[in-house]
């Protein structure tokens, strides 16, 4: 079955306090695998796209990167305005609407 | 910047209305997407429509239907709305550029529906 998983569900950091968030999948024909950021009441804002294993994408603090099963969104020195849940969808197959989103990952920031 | 555009923020209809939902962008996308979100089940996707007049059923159809009679535009239609149903609605737009086949969506700010 196809499957894309975030983990951690939810991650505190202190601000400054580096980490990263994980996306695996399980897909046949990955033809791309995106990053977006959500905040409450809002729609997801895109970040990056990722089309190859060892692709690397990076956006401020923002630094994603892709194997061939799974994706990372590594966080460098966050702030609090970097809170928001960050999603990760997978793109497979022919079709434009074969798009599976995780769960997404719930990040704190406190100052 | 890309701007995908919905009706309404927030809606309350009652059980058995027909709701329109209304999306609108403004970059000449080929590809309209209709999602619902809901906790601990993350995006669903409703229907797609890859060009005017065409359209295809994403995971989770029954209950909704769609119409793109413009390029622009593409409208989800819950034919007799019920509970189950309340659910935050997204519209995603999307559309090749360069060589790579997969594309970015573009998603509008959500429609926030109560079905009561």
């Known amino acids: 079955e196809d499957q894309v998983t975030q983990s951690p569900e939810a991650l505190r950091l202190q601000e400054g306090e580096s980490s990263s968030l994980n996306c695996s999948y399980t897909?046949?024909?990955?033809?791309?695998l995106f990053w977006y950021r959500q905040d409450p009441g809002k729609g997801p804002e895109f970040l990056f796209t990722?089309?190859?294993a060892g692709e690397e994408k990076e956006k401020e603090r923002l630094k994603a990167t892709l194997t061939k099963k799974e994706s990372f969104l590594h966080i460098t020195a966050p702030k609090p305005e970097d809170s928001a849940t960050y999603l990760c969808?997978?793109?497979?197959?022919?079709?434009?609407?074969?798009?599976?989103f995780g769960k997404g990952t719930k990040l704190s920031v406190k100052p | 910047d890309v701007k995908v555009t919905q009706s309404s923020r927030y809606l309350v209809k009652r059980t058995g209305e027909k709701v329109f939902l209304e999306c609108v962008q403004d970059?000449?996308?080929?590809?309209m997407f209709w999602y619902r979100q809901d906790p601990g089940l993350g995006l669903r996707l409703i229907y797609f429509s890859y060009d005017v007049k065409m359209k295809e059923k994403g995971d989770i159809p029954e209950g909704y239907s769609v119409s793109r009679e413009k390029k622009e535009r593409f409208s989800l239609i819950l034919e007799s709305a019920s509970t189950n149903q309340t659910s935050m609605y997204l519209c995603?737009?999307?559309?090749?550029?360069?060589?790579?086949?997969?594309?970015?969506?573009?998603f509008g700010p959500g429609t926030r529906l109560t079905v009561t």
């Open positions: 897909v046949s024909g990955l033809r791309g």
């Open positions: 995603a737009s999307s559309s090749p550029r360069g060589k790579h086949p997969s594309y970015e969506q573009y």
């Open positions: 970059m000449d996308h080929e590809n």
């Open positions: 990722l089309y190859s």
């Open positions: 969808a997978v793109h497979y197959g022919g079709s434009q609407g074969n798009l599976i």
